[in-house]
């Protein structure tokens, strides 16, 4: 008979910076990347946000993989629908070891934004919905509110938090029926559901972050 086991084993997660934390440091950016990215590459476009006061974190998927198939670039995932829920658990102990070791040294009252980006979206979610991270905003880039999570138990946590629906009029994979859902989703939680757009497919458009930013940062 074929039975299936799990054994939780430990393995070197990794991230990159953009900035230092110092006494000076009034807000921390924990950005998670989509689909296929690394994070050396994706924590690039948060140069238009970079400021002595700020300092971004871009944490890496846990699952590498050629994008070619066999070879050519190397990219990063957060999960698959292989062994999910397992996955999951991993990488919210990943964020949340992480979230502790940069929230440990930050000078009291600094703003937390959590960022995501299409499959990073579901990632900060599914991530808040267990570990109940503290935070100021939540920005979700390009992606989903995830429609499998039990929110109930966690309204408390999201109550009146802003939520920022981020998205470019041409991302081809942000629907006027996917943009409706999200709306109805963001309701139930409940939070203060924002939605800005930007003329663009789907990236992180460096001038639509900065001027987000600019919003939302003190």
């Known amino acids: ?13 990794r991230y990159f910076t953009f900035g230092q934390c ?3 440091t009034n807000c921390l950016v924990i950005a998670c990347h989509g689909y296929g990215q690394l ?16 300092l971004i974190v871009a944490p890496e998927g846990l699952s590498r993989f050629y994008w070619g198939g066999l070879s050519g670039n190397v990219v990063s995932s957060w999960m698959t629908k292989e062994d999910r829920l397992a996955e999951i658990a991993d990488f919210s102990a990943y964020l949340t070891k992480l979230y502790i070791h940069f929230t440990a040294d930050l000078p009291d009252g600094a703003q937390i934004i959590l960022l995501g980006f299409s ?3 579901a990632t900060q979610l599914r991530w808040i919905a267990r570990e109940n991270p503290t ?3 939540l920005i979700l880039w390009a992606g989903s509110i995830p429609e499998d999570i039990d929110y109930g138990p966690v309204r408390h946590h999201f109550q009146d938090k802003p939520l920022h629906f ?8 942000i629907t006027p029926e996917r943009v409706a859902a999200q709306e109805a989703l963001a309701a139930q939680l409940p939070m203060n559901y924002r939605v800005h757009t930007f003329e663009g497919k789907h990236t992180v458009e ?7 930013f600019e919003q939302i940062r003190p």
């Not at 460096?206 to 987000?212: D, K, N, P, S, V």
């Open 135 to 137: 935070f100021s905003h």
């Open 166 to 173: 981020v998205y470019g009029t041409e991302d081809p994979f």
């Open 206 to 212: 460096r001038e639509a972050l900065r001027g987000l």
């Open 119 to 121: 499959q990073g979206c």
């Open 39 to 54: 994070a050396k590459h994706f924590i690039k476009k948060f140069d238009v946000i970079a400021r002595p006061d700020t």
């Open 1 to 13: 008979m074929i039975e299936e086991h799990h054994l939780s084993v430990q393995r070197t997660a």
């Open 22 to 24: 110092t006494e000076q």
